[in-house]
């Protein structure tokens, strides 16, 4: 472990605290699921409780969260990681702590969301989770990062959310278009992860103070570009997964000295020594005014043509009982898209997915997409098989 690493944890920690997290640092990362009730029933909740032998955390309105230890992995016929039921999105892993960022957030309908730093996606599922219980709210996920956010399309597509939209672009860009836009924002910056040490040893290689400095200035910018994005009244969560003060505390009081119309709600720092998961900090600020919420449904916004629609509404009319609201399709390149929002300058964003991705048309032939399968449960379909 740097040394320069553990002189400094120590500033932070009494003696007691500090010879527990080097005790426990070499000890085994407790890692966690969330259940994804979009899909799941009682009796598929209690099997995976058993076939995992999970422990029961919390539970937040419908959502269940839970832990297991690595050590009891090689007692396990499949791993969380690789079962079938994570590739169906039953479930998402989640680092335990993680988790607890988003825990005391409520959620309303008629919101528009931001998740800035979003892949590989695990608080965009909490978030999405919250949201399907309301039509008309909707969420920006995003990650400057194009593989990254590829990924991140890719697991809200396994999930089988809809009302999400996946962006790749840079804050500035973001910024610069948003405007005074978003009900919430969540910043889950980027960090020199001295939180992740106990679980990767990659964050310890490549730790150095140098890192935490640069660290500092982009999350500095990344707050400052999500207050600008911020409404009146709104809602900021900015999170780390690191214990450094200047990437944490600082930047608290950083945000707090540049805008004197935002307040501190909460804050929390969570070490991996007490039992909860890996390291996390997290800050909740609420921007002065009062918000107004405003229907993010676009009505009559589709640019498909009369044909496009019938060949699309023809198929869901064969094959399923899903109701097709034709004003909520939208058309990138070929690929169909089923969604309740349409942002005027999406031109200017890198968009990689709108909504849900229900198929394409070519040569005016409707082809299904796969993520049809995994965002609505058997009934909807007029012909299907039951399996045990």
Not at 217 to 237: A, C, H, N, R, S
Request: glycine letters at 4%; one cysteine or more.
């Amino acid at each position: 472990m740097n040394n320069d690493f553990l002189k400094k944890i120590k500033t932070y920690l009494n003696n007691e605290e500090y010879d527990k997290f080097i005790s426990t640092l070499n000890s085994n990362p407790t890692n966690g699921l969330t259940i994804n009730t979009k899909k799941i029933n009682l009796d598929l909740l209690d099997f995976i409780i058993k076939k995992f032998n999970l422990d029961f955390i919390y539970k937040k309105n419908n959502y269940y969260y839970y832990k297991y230890d690595k050590s009891n992995l090689e007692q396990l016929d499949i791993h969380p990681g690789s079962d079938i039921l994570n590739h169906l999105g039953i479930y998402y892993i989640q680092e335990p702590s993680a988790a607890q960022v988003l825990k005391n957030i409520e959620f309303s309908d008629n919101e528009l969301i931001l998740d800035m730093c979003a892949s590989p996606g695990g608080k965009t599922m909490q978030i999405l989770y919250e949201l399907d219980s309301f039509k008309n709210s909707f969420l920006i996920s995003n990650d400057s990062n194009y593989s990254r956010a590829r990924t991140l399309s890719s697991n809200i597509e396994k999930m089988g959310f809809s009302n999400v939209m996946v962006t790749s672009n840079k804050a500035e860009v973001l910024s610069n278009i948003f405007i005074n836009s978003f009900d919430k924002i969540l910043i889950d910056a980027p960090c020199s992860g001295e939180g992740m040490f106990r679980k990767s040893c990659d964050a310890v290689s490549q730790w150095s103070q140098n890192l935490v400095k640069t660290s500092s200035e982009v999350q500095k910018d990344l707050l400052k570009k999500g207050f600008y994005m911020l409404k009146d009244g709104g809602t900021l969560i900015y999170s780390t997964c690191t214990y450094s003060k200047e990437e944490d505390e600082d930047n608290v009081d950083f945000l707090l000295n540049r805008f004197n119309n935002i307040k501190l709600i909460e804050t929390k720092k969570i070490y991996h020594f007490e039992g909860i998961g890996e390291g996390q900090f997290y800050a909740i600020f609420k921007k002065d005014g009062k918000i107004s919420y405003t229907t993010h449904e676009k009505q009559n916004k589709s640019n498909l043509n009369s044909n496009e629609k019938n060949i699309t509404k023809k198929f869901f009319i064969e094959n399923t009982d899903f109701i097709l609201n034709e004003n909520n399709l939208y058309k990138i390149n070929n690929d169909i898209y089923l969604t309740n929002y349409i942002n005027e300058n999406k031109q200017k964003l890198n968009v990689l997915r709108n909504g849900l991705l229900i198929g394409t048309i070519n040569n005016k032939i409707f082809n299904p997409s796969h993520a049809i399968s995994h965002s609505y449960i058997a009934s909807y379909f007029k012909e299907k098989i039951d399996l045990d």
